[in-house]
């Protein structure tokens, strides 16, 4: 069963614990996060389905997660909470991107209603995926290991191996590197960190081919002035790959 992970920002403990109880009740996988840049951290993370956000917390404003969120995740769901009476927080959010609003207090009822509602609508899901296969190589994305067709494993470093895995979860949509910078690194981008992007896929493509490949794979696809994405022949799984037949 693939269990929806949701991100719950929320400094009030309290109120955090009851809607990660309510979300656990209802089959959720919820994770918590008491401030705004916490939340920002957990929020990137590969295989988030969707975000609970507090606009009033301590640390990283709510407005500031979801802006700074919407930029490198267009098209993640992300649902604010805000207080009875702050009609300017829920324009606001909703104005920044968000979703759809509750207002707290809530019940469980209509909270979950809000969260599947949200789910529904959301096309673009980035899907956790766990292995690569393309031209007799497997990529293991969580043992960071390359599988070559002659059974041999070379190392991915984690940088190359988040790159890759952000892309696979991403299918079919081209990354920026501004994305790449702030899923992979955590930071924001200027010109210098963007080359870090261009010289980690380098060497990642690197080991992916072999000079004695009949047919080269495009492992990962450069857009020109856009970004990056995975190749049209990799086939992306969210299973680990399959144990190597015995010889
Ligand atoms: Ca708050």
Redesign the pocket.
């Known amino acids: 069963m693939n269990r929806r992970r949701i991100v719950v920002i929320?400094?009030?403990a309290p109120i955090r614990r009851g809607i990660m109880d309510m979300l656990r009740a209802a089959g959720y996988e919820p994770v918590e996060a008491a401030d705004g840049a916490a939340g920002l951290d957990e929020g990137r993370r590969l295989g988030v389905d969707l975000i609970l956000l507090?606009l009033?917390?301590p640390r990283m404003d709510g407005m500031e997660v979801l802006t700074e969120l919407r930029r490198t995740h267009p098209n993640l769901p992300i649902i604010i909470l805000t207080a009875r009476g702050s009609e300017d927080d829920r324009v606001r959010g909703l104005k920044g991107g968000a979703d759809d609003y509750v207002v707290k207090p809530f019940s469980a009822r209509e909270l979950l209603a809000r969260v599947e509602a949200v789910m529904r609508r959301s096309p673009e899901r980035p899907v956790p995926v766990r292995s690569l296969v393309a031209g007799g190589r497997q990529v293991d994305l969580e043992r960071r290991e390359i599988r070559q067709p002659d059974g041999q494993l070379v190392q991915l470093s984690e940088m190359e191996a988040s790159i890759l895995g952000h892309l696979a979860a991403n299918n079919g949509r081209v990354v920026s590197r501004d994305e790449l910078l702030s899923c992979v690194w955590g930071i924001s981008s200027d010109a210098l960190e963007t080359r870090a992007v261009d010289m980690h896929i380098t060497r990642l493509r690197g080991k992916l081919a072999s000079p004695n490949d009949d047919e080269t794979v495009d492992w990962v696809v450069t857009v020109r002035g856009k970004g990056y994405k995975l190749g049209p022949d990799v086939a992306a799984n969210d299973s680990p790959p399959a144990e190597p037949a015995e010889k």
């Open positions: 929320e400094d009030e507090d009033r917390l």
